[in-house]
Each structure stands twice: as C-alpha cells, then as structure tokens.
C-alpha cells in the first residue's frame, strides 16, 4: 500500500513538475494576446452574397454593439473559397480581451440580450426570419477559441 501511494505521489509531482517547466518554457518564446473566438460557416451555392446582407444586418450590428459597450475588442470577416466540398468558405471572428469573457456573467449575458433586442427591434419583424433563414442558406462547421501570440 506504501509503494502505492509513494508511486502516486512522485507520478503528480513529475506532472506538476514538466507542467511548470512547459509553462516556463512558453513564457520565454511568446507574450499572450487576446483570445479569438472563429466561426466556420460554408454558404450554399449562389447565396453567400444573400447571407452576408442578411449578417450585415444581424451578426454586424450586434458586433458593433458590444463593441461600443466594451463587450468585445473587435471582430472580422473572412471570405475566401473552399478548399474542398467539405470545407468552409467563410470565418467569423470576435476577438475577446481574455478568456474570462467566457465565464458565466449574469450582467455580461443581459448586455448582450438587450443588443440582440435592439437590433431586432430596428429590423421591424425581420429579426426572425432572417435567423431562421440562416438554416437554409448556410451551414456551420463548428468554432475554435484561439489566443493571440506575439512571438518575441
């Protein structure tokens, strides 16, 4: 039972050992930057230009927003072809101060809901619908969180 545990014991502490040691390792080749949050989408055939219009008005307003309530650092659109049939054509891009953004923040979430609010509100009933065309017209190949580096 003593061998157990004393092999236990020295296992966590060689793990915590290289762990740290990475870490050390990675704080001399880079600084952090903010985090990104991507978004893969792939458009259908002869709709990208309908779902960029419709996201002008959605996804871009509601970016703009949380902009200026200082909810996010900035964002971006990239479009560019498909390198295959089951490959995306277009990348959303939020980038974040730092990954606590992703905690959970009851005063954070509610920002958000009431940009969401006011941007269906200024599309007169077109909020929905447009939405929901989303689902016809796109499809989405998931997300990635990624941290800015700054290699020195």
Do not use: H
Not at 42 to 50: F, L
Not at 54 to 76: N, P
Request: proline content about 1%; hydrophobic content about 40%.
């Amino acid at each position: 039972m003593k061998t157990i545990l004393l092999t236990i014991a020295l296992l966590v502490c060689f793990v915590l050992g290289v762990s740290d040691n990475t870490y050390s390792q990675n704080a001399d080749i880079y600084d952090q930057g903010t985090v990104w949050s991507l978004t893969f989408v792939r458009t259908g055939a002869n709709v990208a230009d309908d779902y960029l219009k419709d996201l002008a008005r959605t996804w871009k307003a509601s970016m703009e927003e949380a902009k200026k309530e200082g909810l996010i650092v900035s964002y971006k659109v990239l479009l560019g072809p498909a390198a295959n049939e089951d490959d995306f054509n277009l990348v959303l891009m939020i980038e974040n101060e730092n990954m606590a953004v992703f905690d959970y923040d009851p005063e954070r979430d509610a920002k958000f809901d009431a940009i969401q609010k006011k941007i269906a509100e200024s599309m007169e009933g077109e909020f929905e619908g447009t939405v929901k065309n989303y689902e016809n017209i796109r499809q989405l190949y998931g997300t990635k969180l990624l941290r800015e580096i700054y290699l020195k």
